[in-house]
């Protein structure tokens, strides 16, 4: 479903990635290890078109999406990919609930049915008696856990995390993996994990390690 093929980046003088492939299915869970600067989140960035390769492919359900439009990459951004970062970004002044539906009211869904989907995956989440509550009247865990649920509102394609239990302590983070293999087993839902918690990339339906811009094995 996502393939990547000789994925070429440099910032200035500097190469970051020197012709990445990989390939991943519908309903993989797939990390990316390595260490700092070996390229990852630049190559997880790509693959959901926050930024563009120099050169090289990447598809994602057929898709070749260096050929999109600005708008067309933007539409294509909301309906079928979902992120989630180490710090959450939700949005202060809006409750739990308000945060998750914003991808649905961007693609212009209904608010009945918007609040419907929204209350079934916070429920999911173990966010029912939180949906009213604010960021900052929640625990580190259950803003991550918010911040999940707002990326799986469009029913994406792939959800594309990045250090997603970084600013986690230890049982918050094993929580934080043991949902996403939920998703995955419920949903069929396929994920891109950027990690330095190799326990969880040892679980991985498929590892990628990175190193200096290449990946080394998988």
């Known amino acids: 479903m996502i393939s990547c093929k000789n994925i070429h980046k440099s910032y200035d003088q500097l190469q970051v990635l020197k012709g990445v492939s990989l390939e991943i299915q519908k309903g993989d869970l797939a990390c990316i290890v390595g260490p700092s600067g070996a390229g990852k989140s630049t190559l997880l960035h790509i693959i959901g078109t926050l930024d563009k390769a120099d050169s090289g492919m990447v598809t994602i359900n057929n898709?070749?999406?260096?050929?999109?439009?600005?708008?067309?990459?933007?539409?294509?951004?909301?309906?079928?990919?979902?992120?989630?970062?180490?710090?959450?970004?939700?949005l202060p002044e809006f409750s739990a609930l308000e945060n998750v539906s914003i991808p649905a009211f961007i693609a212009k869904k209904s608010e009945p049915e918007t609040k419907k989907r929204a209350m079934e995956l916070l429920d999911f989440m173990g966010l029912k008696d939180r949906i009213?509550?604010?960021?900052?009247?929640?625990?580190?865990?259950?803003?991550?856990?918010?911040?999940?649920?707002?990326?799986?509102m469009n029913q994406p394609l792939v959800i594309l995390a990045d250090e997603p239990t970084g600013n986690l302590d230890t049982e918050r983070s094993e929580e934080l993996h043991q949902l996403f293999f939920d998703l995955k087993k419920e949903f069929n839902q396929t994920f891109i994990i950027v990690t330095h918690n190799e326990l969880l990339a040892d679980k991985a339906d498929k590892k990628f390690v990175m190193k200096d811009g290449l990946i080394m094995n998988d």
């Open 132 to 152: 009213n509550h604010k960021p900052n009247e929640l625990s580190g865990g259950e803003q991550q856990r918010v911040s999940v649920a707002r990326a799986l």
């Open 63 to 90: 898709q070749d999406i260096s050929v999109l439009k600005d708008k067309e990459l933007s539409d294509f951004r909301n309906q079928h990919l979902g992120f989630v970062f180490q710090f959450h970004h939700l």
